[in-house]
């Protein structure tokens, strides 16, 4: 079974390397710059869990803290991607669970995501 928790800063270069690495699995038109995920992973207004089995980063979910028209605080549910072997594990709706707890730790009044159907 896979652990779900939320990337640490200690943990950040070896995350963004492994984020890197799934996105490309993925999405393999993406842009995966370990960079620029690594970055990201540490900004105040932003939380990232991962889904780790055996010492491996197996999925991610990635939120981020906006202001809605109204001026209320909106969770956006940026990022979703569990490891093609991995998937049909119910790994995507813990990620989705433990992503949008931390928008409840941002005092976010509302979540949402957008969604690609294909």
Do not use: N
């Not at 109204?70 to 991995?86: K, T, Y």
């Amino acid at each position: 079974m896979a652990e779900i928790r939320r990337v640490e800063a200690a943990d950040t270069a070896r995350v963004a390397a492994e984020i890197a690495r799934l996105k490309r699995a993925v999405w393999p038109e993406e842009r995966a710059e370990v960079v620029y995920l690594a970055a990201a992973l540490v900004q105040p207004d932003r939380c990232t869990v991962v889904a780790e089995a055996d010492g491996a980063l197996v999925g991610f979910a990635d939120g981020f803290l906006t202001l809605a028209e109204d001026g209320s605080r909106r969770w956006e549910l940026d990022l979703l991607a569990v490891d093609p072997v991995h998937q049909g594990r119910g790994l995507g709706r813990a990620l989705v669970l433990a992503c949008t707890e931390a928008g409840r730790d941002f005092d976010a009044d509302f979540a949402r995501a957008l969604i690609r159907a294909s």
